[in-house]
Structure formats: C-alpha cells, structure tokens
C-alpha cells in the first residue's frame, strides 16, 4: 500500500537501475520524477521502461497497456527543478563518489524537504556518501538493490555515524510498499550482505578452477544442480540449523584451512582482462565462456525465469487518479 507520506519520487541517473527503479515506483502509483544526464537519451530510457513492462505482459503478469497507464505517473527530465517537492530521492549514479557529492550539493541546493536520499551505492558506505553534505547530511543512506529492481525485490539499507532517527525506517516502509523485502543493517560494512556473500562464493569459485580441480562449467552445474536451487526456498541458516551444528562444525573444521584467502583479483581474472576477454559485452565476446553465437534472448529469459514470482504488484489502474509529474 502508498505511503501518504509520499507523494514524489525522484530518481536521479538512468541506465540499468534507474531504469528498474521508474518501472518499480510509478508500477506501484507513485509519482516520479527521472533525471537524466543528456536529453537525446531520454528516449531510450523511455523504451527500457516499456520493455519491461512489455516483458510483464507477455508473462501474464500485467495488462498489454500497464506500460501508458503507469506511464501517466513518470516524468523525464534534465532540469533539477523538477525534484524541488520530492519526499525522497534515489541515486543511481555509477560509483563516482565525486559524481554522487555533486548531485547531494545539488539536492540539498533545489529540494525543499526530502526525507531520505537514498543511494543504491554497492560499494560506498553510507558515511563516506555523506561527508561533504551539509543540510541533508543525516538523511543520506544506502538502500542497495539487486539487478533488475522491480524484479529482484531484496534490498539492503544501510546508515551511516551521522543518519537521523527514522531515516532507515521510512526506507524500509517505502521499500515495502513498493512490495520490495528489505532488511536493515545494523553497522556499514563494504559490499554490505549480498555482495560479501556472492563474492566469497566467486573467490572460492574462482579457486577451484585456478587450482586445476574442475573447470568452470563444473562449478556452475554445481551450483544450478546442488544447493543453489533450495536456497530459493529456505535460508542458509535455517538449513544449517535444521542439519545439525555438530556436522557443521566438524566440515567448518575439515574445509575452512583449505578455502581461498586472497585478498584481490586473481591472475585467472586478471590474465583474460588483458587479453581483452572480458565477458559476453567485450569485442571478443569472450570470458570464462566463449559467448560468440549465444542466443542472448534465450539468457535473459533464464536469468529472469526465477523472479517472475515475485511481481504480484496491485498495479495503478486507468481510473486512478493521478497528479501528473
């Protein structure tokens, strides 16, 4: 359900989050306000929106015109003026953290009363966000999702030495309505959860190959074969629980001496960057896997097959009122 609170969102920086973000806030009735960088790309961020809308619809998650009745909620611009009344702000720039301090110089210049601004920062704690703002300093948080947003409801919040009480509790209530599940955490720590935990994996990941003891297909048929498929239904600590501590300390004895400690990129990283093998976007569209002549399609329908489930949104209808952006 709304808040009453909010009555205007602003998103600033488009491109894969921003984008997900418009999708999930007018998806859900609120009023939003998108900046953009440049206006020639404003009608490409136009599309993205209507694709994912698209893409909803075809699955049978959506009506064929939710895109132009959620669309009468969502504004494009370039002008910052245009976020002067907004409740709340979210920050989607890369991870710039000179770009990000000079979009809250402006923020704490135009907006008249924000509540929150929330950064979806995966890698900048929230204090270092905020050290050189002044006025919105305490309302400055992270609020870190997983791509694409609208899909993948998890997200992290995270605050900061100087946040005011509040702050994270009106992100968790506006995250919750827009039907995300947000958890709050109780100190920073880089990468936040989601990170720390996917990239001890991909550090033990990237061990096993290095290491000579299985190739790469290997661990991700592991992966899409063994544990992985029954962590979409029970948590890592209730599985562990239900299998008994005692078993669990004896394997955390026998495997952790064995596990990875690296400290950064491995030369199995780094050895493919300089051959320009960088993944299925490099001009050699090679990687780990060589992705020449893969059906693209057919990946992003297996990336997005296990969220579908998750978008059960009470979606603006073409009766609703609506105060255009």
Excluded at 162 to 167: D, K, L, Y
Aim: one cysteine or more; charged letters at 25%; hydrophobic letters at 35%.
């Amino acid at each position: 359900m709304k808040l009453d609170s909010v009555r205007h969102i602003g998103i600033v920086g488009l491109g894969m989050i921003g984008d997900s973000m418009a999708v999930l806030t007018t998806g859900h009735g609120y009023r939003t306000t998108c900046v953009a960088r440049r206006a020639e790309m404003i009608p490409e961020y136009q599309k993205t929106y209507d694709m994912y809308f698209r893409q909803m619809a075809e699955q049978g998650l959506a009506p064929p015109n939710q895109a132009a009745i959620c669309g009468r909620y969502l504004k494009y611009t370039t002008d910052y003026d245009e976020l002067r009344d907004c409740d709340v702000v979210f920050e989607c720039v890369s991870e710039n953290i000179d770009l990000k301090h000079g979009i809250y110089a402006r923020l704490e210049q135009v907006c008249t009363d924000l509540k929150a601004i929330c950064s979806v920062s995966s890698s900048f704690v929230p204090d270092a966000l905020a050290e050189k703002a002044s006025r919105y300093r305490s309302r400055i948080i992270v609020t870190h999702p997983f791509n694409p947003a609208h899909m993948v409801p998890f997200f992290e919040i995270c605050g900061g030495a100087s946040t005011a009480p509040g702050v994270l509790e009106f992100a968790r209530a506006l995250l919750e309505s827009l039907d995300r599940k947000p958890v709050i955490l109780k100190k920073p720590a880089p990468g936040f959860i989601g990170n720390r935990l996917q990239f001890a994996l991909w550090r033990e990941a990237l061990n096993l190959v290095e290491s000579g003891i299985c190739d790469p297909e290997d661990v991700d048929a592991c992966l899409n074969y063994s544990f992985c498929p029954r962590y979409s239904s029970i948590g890592m600590y209730e599985h562990f629980d239900n299998g008994g501590l005692n078993l669990n300390a004896t394997t955390c004895n026998a495997v952790f001496p064995s596990l990875s400690n690296i400290s950064e990129a491995p030369r199995i990283v780094t050895d493919r960057i300089a051959r320009g093998e960088t993944g299925a976007r490099a001009e050699s569209r090679k990687g780990f896997y060589d992705w020449n002549g893969v059906d693209m399609e057919a990946y992003r329908r297996r990336v997005n097959a296990p969220y579908w489930r998750f978008i059960n949104w009470d979606f603006p209808q073409e009766q609703d009122d609506c105060e255009t952006a």
